[in-house]
């Protein structure tokens, strides 16, 4: 007896639970990305760009770099630059060699 009161009482809280995720609604909004940078080689990166970070850090050498293109157009270049003490700083310019804050 005590087995079958048990059996009922679990198929009930089955079924309960079925019919609650029947009752949920499950939202999803897309989300746009940002920053999705590509990676691109140094000596790819344009003239104005090179000549920017070898006047403003000519002290640190390029690690990496990275180039991201906005709905309009328009690229942002990210420059990972590494010091003598193996210290990371990332910096981002314009496609004009302007450095961007």
């Given at each position: 007896m005590k087995k079958l009161f048990?059996?009922?009482a679990l198929v009930m809280g089955v079924g309960t639970s079925v019919a609650f995720a029947g009752?949920?609604?499950?939202n999803v909004c897309a989300v746009a990305s940002i920053n999705e940078f590509k990676p691109v080689d140094v000596?790819?990166?344009p003239q104005v760009v090179q000549e920017a970070?070898?006047?403003d850090y000519a002290d640190l050498l390029v690690k990496e770099?990275?180039?991201?293109?906005?709905?309009e157009g328009g690229k942002t270049y990210?420059?990972?630059?590494?010091?003598?003490?193996?210290?990371?700083?990332t910096v981002y310019y314009n496609e004009n060699g302007e450095e961007l804050k």
């Open positions: 048990v059996a009922v009752n949920m609604s499950t000596k790819d990166l970070i070898k006047k770099a990275a180039v991201e293109e906005d709905e990210k420059v990972v630059l590494v010091n003598q003490d193996n210290e990371e700083s």
